[in-house]
């Protein structure tokens, strides 16, 4: 069974800076995909970005952008220029093809992330 | 932009009652899943559902639960005898044929049992 573990509960930066969410994974999987997901308080989930475990280059979506180190099963994400709207509980889940072909996703217990004016 | 639409927003209901929560997911995915998150707990995955049956469920999903599509847009969670701890945020998500490229998820339906 495969495992997230997201080490921060809570995390906070001024806005304008940088900070970056930590994730680690185990899995025997060869294979898989990793995503972020932002969770505001309207409770909504949105997916922030997605890696593929077989592509090294790391993904990038304007202000957010991870480190993927496949061989350290680690999987951060980094905000630029934080801002108040960037307020939210942040998910890091992983996604393999289970025998099944459904594409479940298993979650870290996520980090609640305050953007400071 | 597509979405994944649930109703109703908040649900309370009396322990032992049925209730269902409804899901149109998004027209052209062909997957699609229930989530729950029970309050300041992680989001565990439920079942998912294709060419209309299910794919994969969790231990979770015990005998109280069952889904549907009934009518090939709709996609309904069916709690039988809630209890207690069934108390949680229910997502419903679907995906298209390639998952891999991220689920959509609905707003959720809180559901409150007493």
């Known amino acids: 069974a495969q495992t997230v573990t997201q080490s921060q509960p809570e995390m906070s930066v001024q806005e304008a800076e940088t900070v970056t969410l930590s994730c680690t994974y185990d899995?025997?999987?060869?294979?898989?995909?990793l995503f972020w997901y932002k969770q505001p308080p309207s409770r909504q989930m949105i997916l922030v970005i997605r890696?593929?475990?077989?592509?090294?280059q790391n993904a990038t979506e304007n202000r957010f952008s991870v480190n993927f180190q496949k061989a350290a099963k680690s999987f951060s994400l980094k905000i630029s220029d934080s801002q108040l709207g960037d307020t939210a509980m942040y998910f890091c889940?992983?996604?393999?093809?289970?025998?099944?072909?459904?594409?479940?996703?298993?979650f870290g217990k996520g980090t609640k992330l305050s953007v400071i004016p | 932009e597509p979405e994944v639409t649930q109703t109703p927003s908040h649900q309370v209901t009396q322990m032992g009652q049925e209730v269902i929560l409804r899901c149109v997911p998004i027209?052209?995915?062909?997957?699609f899943y229930w989530y729950r998150q029970i309050l300041g707990q992680k989001v565990e995955f439920l079942v998912s559902?294709?060419?209309?049956?299910?794919?994969?469920k969790s231990e979770i999903f015990d005998d109280q639960f069952s889904v549907e599509r009934p009518d090939g847009s709709n996609f309904t969670l069916k709690i039988r005898s809630t209890k207690l701890e069934d108390s949680a945020m229910y997502f419903c998500?679907?995906?298209?044929?390639?998952?891999?490229?991220?689920?959509?998820f609905g707003s959720g339906t809180r559901l409150t049992v007493v």
């Open positions: 899995t025997s999987e060869n294979n898989y995909y």
């Open positions: 998500a679907s995906s298209s044929r390639t998952g891999s490229y991220g689920y959509t």
């Open positions: 027209s052209n995915h062909l997957y």
């Open positions: 559902f294709y060419n209309n049956e299910i794919s994969e």
């Open positions: 890696q593929e475990a077989y592509k090294q």
């Open positions: 889940a992983f996604m393999k093809l289970s025998g099944a072909g459904s594409y479940q996703l298993t």
